[in-house]
DNA sequence: TCAAAAGTGTTAGATTTACACCCATGA
DNA sequence: TCATGGGTGTAAATCTAACACTTTTGA
């Protein structure tokens, strides 16, 4: 087994973009860096590759490990491998970006980690490359939003069409309009209308919907 | 310089899918892996990144020794990371695409590194996991020719326009309407037609046309 | 003279955008 | 009763897709 023994190693690390939808604002979890170099520094939280796991299951661990959360949405956004983008040692580093419904993380735990939900366009200077991660990480998921069934990650199973237009309007910036938004809905059988009301957001109460992966999966047609 | 001693380090590994154009098709450059494990498989070109240069850089040195060729479009495909896709040992790997020009690239060259330009619908089982980071590229690719101009980088500077939509053909794999396509073409100021003629593909003689990258970034609206 | 590729517009259909009012309810 | 968010349709404008013939020239 010493096939590529002249040839360096080097520490490889995952760090997760962590989105959630929130007071209709996309938000990140982001805490202080609690290690050095870098101690105290707003970060993305991250871990090691160990030498017995896949890049994946090392963002999927630490992804549990930060919200408790298993099978959560994840997506690779890229590596990341500037010498000096570590200021301790050379790291390298693979971007992962996951979608949470804010509702299901435990207060305690994310207290308990020392991490916040910081509205995207409110972000501070971030420890190393984090910053320039979390925009390739936005970037791709705006891509994504539009033919991919992903905003329903974000949301709980039951919502309104109001909170799923938000999501859709927080996570590309901009507003759209309400009737047009809504017809495109209603072309996607897999989005479907439940019998429940929600009566939380408004006086007349308002439809509840569920995202259905069955009918989806027979017509994959996500189109916003 | 201690600061992550306890993790352990893995290698980390580039390998290039350099995609050409030729006889109308969309070609992939693999070899014969010609060192242990896996001497003889199919398999695309790759390099160990050094301890002292960036992934990019080593992505770029890997190109280079290659093909000879400077400044090539590149761009990450993503880190590919499953414990066993080595059958060596765990190495990490990220892949990256580039697009060149096949005429300028030294047959001399090629052939004494024991590379061919392979059809991508007619590649073979490649070794580990090579046959996933060209599909993943492929679609990458795909997606960004349509809007970003990209498409130049796999002609001569002096192209007709029968010669981009072949290109435009190859990458997505079906014809598209030669009237339509040109229209868009004329859309697009910094698609400059030239003067020059080229005799080589009809007895008529084709305009040349170029791609004026100061004009682009003027105006960046390419759309095909 | 003819085969082969270059070049060129129009129209129907589909998609996208803009836009305003009534409804139901709890406070 | 009124303020708040829920819910609904139409028409104009834009974009997309389909389609066929003439030109030039070297062999």
Redesign the pocket.
């Given at each position: 087994m010493n096939y590529y023994s002249e040839h360096s190693k080097v520490w490889v690390s995952v760090d997760v973009i962590i989105f959630g939808f929130d007071e209709n604002k996309l938000k990140v979890l982001i805490g202080r860096r609690q290690m050095d170099p870098g101690r105290g520094e707003w970060s993305l939280y991250g871990g090691f590759v160990g030498a017995d796991e896949s890049i994946d299951d090392a963002a999927a661990r630490t992804l549990k490990s930060l919200t408790g959360l298993n099978h959560l949405y994840m997506r690779q956004v890229g590596a990341f491998g500037s010498v000096d983008r570590d200021p301790g040692e050379r790291v390298i580093s693979i971007a992962y970006y996951s979608l949470i419904n804010v509702k299901d993380y435990d207060e305690r735990l994310r207290r308990d980690h020392g991490v916040e939900w910081i509205e995207i366009d409110n972000l501070p200077k971030l420890y190393s490359d984090h910053n320039k991660m979390i925009e390739q990480a936005l970037s791709i998921m705006r891509q994504k939003i539009k033919t991919q069934p992903i905003s329903f990650q974000l949301l709980p199973s039951l919502f309104?069409?109001?909170?799923l237009q938000r999501v859709y309007e927080a996570v590309n910036g901009e507003e759209v309009?309400?009737?047009?938004f809504?017809?495109?809905i209603?072309e996607m059988d897999f989005i479907e209308k439940t019998e429940l009301?929600?009566?939380k957001?408004?006086?007349?109460?308002?439809?509840l919907y569920r995202f259905n992966r069955k009918i989806y999966n027979e017509d994959p047609n996500f189109?916003l």
């Amino acid at each position: 087994m010493n096939y590529y023994s002249e040839h360096s190693k080097v520490w490889v690390s995952v760090d997760v973009i962590i989105f959630g939808f929130d007071e209709n604002k996309l938000k990140v979890l982001i805490g202080r860096r609690q290690m050095d170099p870098g101690r105290g520094e707003w970060s993305l939280y991250g871990g090691f590759v160990g030498a017995d796991e896949s890049i994946d299951d090392a963002a999927a661990r630490t992804l549990k490990s930060l919200t408790g959360l298993n099978h959560l949405y994840m997506r690779q956004v890229g590596a990341f491998g500037s010498v000096d983008r570590d200021p301790g040692e050379r790291v390298i580093s693979i971007a992962y970006y996951s979608l949470i419904n804010v509702k299901d993380y435990d207060e305690r735990l994310r207290r308990d980690h020392g991490v916040e939900w910081i509205e995207i366009d409110n972000l501070p200077k971030l420890y190393s490359d984090h910053n320039k991660m979390i925009e390739q990480a936005l970037s791709i998921m705006r891509q994504k939003i539009k033919t991919q069934p992903i905003s329903f990650q974000l949301l709980p199973s039951l919502f309104t069409l109001t909170q799923l237009q938000r999501v859709y309007e927080a996570v590309n910036g901009e507003e759209v309009d309400k009737r047009n938004f809504r017809k495109r809905i209603k072309e996607m059988d897999f989005i479907e209308k439940t019998e429940l009301i929600d009566k939380k957001s408004s006086k007349r109460g308002a439809a509840l919907y569920r995202f259905n992966r069955k009918i989806y999966n027979e017509d994959p047609n996500f189109k916003l």
